[in-house]
Each structure stands twice: as structure tokens, then as C-alpha cells.
């Protein structure tokens, strides 16, 4: 399998006891859950809609969303942000309609965010990241020129990053944003740029690959991401497609049940071998997950 050979091996055996499975501000504890009930403690937001790319994956219907009607407002975002923080929220996640590197204000928001003690954990597709005319294009305003100094400011900010990464075959992965050729040596470059600015070098790691969704062209790569990864330090989502948007189309490239069980079988036996989760962990996880599936039947019924 072709990979990144600039990023080194961290962890090559067992994992170290006090490791933490997690991305920086994705995940709290039981026991912060327990301590902060009826609290708000993260927050999913769209700040933009904005995308240059056209991966057939996404759940956003269109390319185009420039003319949706009900968007809040910069300053409403703020206002809701500062009441939030008043209840308890501690980190809030840039999961679209748009990639947040092309919205001109975004670098804004995260020094806003940063200034109240707030963690951003960001998905993008690192395409910007990777180009230093694009991060120039969008970010000259900040002083920021180059990819790597955007790298810089999203370290100030203590961003956690969530990079879109759907396979090391150049063909496949070019497929799954829609055919952008050249697209791939700058997600390359964005990851390079991320590790070599010590985002894998925190505790919990402060960068996260975004193998999803799963198809059947990815499949027999996903548990080799999903190892290569964790050994380098870098958290990894591995999930199927979301039958929604775009992504209706896609819905019959997922693999069967089977398939699916096998690889999460396999990736949480690799988890307990290297001491990344223990048994106990494991059970209380999948125990969580299956109530909130009951919960989410309850009220689709």
C-alpha cells in the first residue's frame, strides 16, 4: 500500500498506559459528562457554504447553497457562541455546509473562539492548507501567505483538525471529491505540514483522518489507514456514508452488514492489542451506542 513516508512511526509496540483515545475537545469522559449534566458542552455549526470541491459523498444536495434563505448572520454566530460559553461550552465542530478555509472570515471566528477558551475542531478537506495561493487567497488578509502559516495560526488557536482522507490510490481518492486532478498531493502536503507543526505530538493528538464514507472501492484500504494512523499518532473516524444529500446516490456503494462488522471487529481487536482500549472501555462504548440507537428509534417513531 502506498503512504506518506515523510510522517514518521511514534508508537511501533504497545501503546503508553496513560495514552488518550481521543481528539482534543471531541470526546469527554463519563465522568465530565456526569459532572456537567444539563450543560452544553460542544456545539456542530456550518459557518459558510462555501466549497470548491464536488465530492458525490457530501450531505449537502448542491454544489451551490450561495442562495439559502435562513443563514444566521457573522455576529449572530458570535452572540450565540458567548451564550453557549455561559452554559458550559468548551468546543465547538466546523462539520460543513461548506469547506471553512474558503469562508474569509473564518480565521476571525477561531480567534474569536480562542479568546473565550474555546477548542475548534475543524473538518476540511486540507486542499487550502496544501496551496499556498488558496491559503493566500482566503487568508491574506491575516497576514497569512502561505499554507504553513496558516498551519501557525490554526496552533495558536488550538485547533484540533479533521482531515478528509478516503485512500492512498491517487485514482480513487481524486474519484471521491468529484475528479479534481492535483487535489491529492495537496492533501498530502496539508497533512505533512499539520504533523510537522506537532498537531500528533499532543496528548490527547490534536489531528484526526476522516476515512469516511466506506465504499467499495476503499474498503480493503480502510484498516491499513486506520493502523497507519493510529501508530503515527493521528485519530481516525471510519464510518459508512450518510444516505442524505448528495449521498443519496451513493447509498448502494456501501458494503453489506458484513463487511462492515468484519473491519470494526478487526480495528477494535487491533485497539485492544495495542493497548489503545481496554475491554471494559470497549463494552461501555458499544453499552453508549446502543442507547443512543434506542434513543434515536424512540423518536423516529
Excluded at 447553497?65 to 465547538?92: H, P, Q, Y
Excluded at 493521528?234 to 458484513?258: F, H, L
Aim: charge should be positive; glycine fraction near 6%; include cysteine.
Amino acid at each position: 500500500m502506498k503512504t506518506i513516508t515523510e510522517i514518521p512511526v511514534i508508537f511501533s509496540g504497545k501503546f503508553p498506559t496513560n495514552f488518550s483515545n481521543n481528539l482534543n475537545g471531541w470526546n469527554f469522559s463519563l465522568e465530565e459528562l456526569i459532572k456537567n449534566k444539563s450543560k452544553i458542552l460542544t456545539l456542530d455549526i456550518d459557518l459558510g457554504n462555501k466549497c470548491s470541491l464536488n465530492c458525490p459523498h457530501c450531505f449537502r444536495r448542491s454544489v451551490v447553497l450561495d442562495k439559502v434563505d435562513r443563514k444566521m448572520s457573522f455576529e449572530d454566530t458570535v452572540l450565540l457562541i458567548k451564550e453557549a460559553k455561559s452554559m458550559g461550552l468548551r468546543s465547538v465542530k466546523f462539520l460543513g455546509a461548506g469547506e471553512p478555509f474558503e469562508n474569509p472570515r473564518f480565521i476571525e471566528f477561531l480567534r474569536f473562539l480562542k479568546s473565550l477558551n474555546i477548542i475548534p475542531l475543524i473538518f476540511t478537506k486540507g486542499h487550502i492548507i496544501g496551496d499556498d495561493n488558496l491559503a493566500k487567497k482566503y487568508n491574506h488578509q491575516y497576514g497569512i501567505n502561505s499554507g504553513e502559516e496558516l498551519v501557525e495560526e490554526l496552533n495558536k488557536v488550538n485547533a484540533s483538525v479533521i482531515l478528509g482522507f478516503n485512500s492512498f490510490n491517487k485514482e480513487i481518492q481524486e474519484k471521491m471529491i468529484g475528479g479534481i486532478h492535483g487535489y491529492v498531493e495537496k492533501r498530502d502536503l496539508a497533512l505533512i505540514r499539520l504533523i510537522n507543526a506537532g498537531f500528533n505530538k499532543t496528548n490527547p493528538t490534536r489531528i484526526c483522518i476522516g476515512s469516511n464514507p466506506i465504499t467499495y472501492e476503499n474498503y480493503n484500504e480502510i484498516f491499513n489507514i486506520y493502523q497507519w494512523s493510529r501508530e503515527r499518532n493521528i485519530y481516525v473516524i471510519v464510518t459508512p456514508t450518510m444516505v442524505g444529500g448528495r449521498a443519496c446516490d451513493w447509498k448502494e456503494i456501501t458494503p453489506s452488514k458484513e463487511k462492515l462488522i468484519d473491519l470494526y471487529i478487526k480495528i477494535y481487536k487491533f485497539n485492544i492489542e495495542k493497548g489503545i482500549q481496554t475491554k471494559e472501555q470497549l463494552r461501555i462504548q458499544l453499552m453508549r451506542e446502543l442507547i443512543h440507537v434506542i434513543k434515536l428509534h424512540v423518536v423516529c417513531i
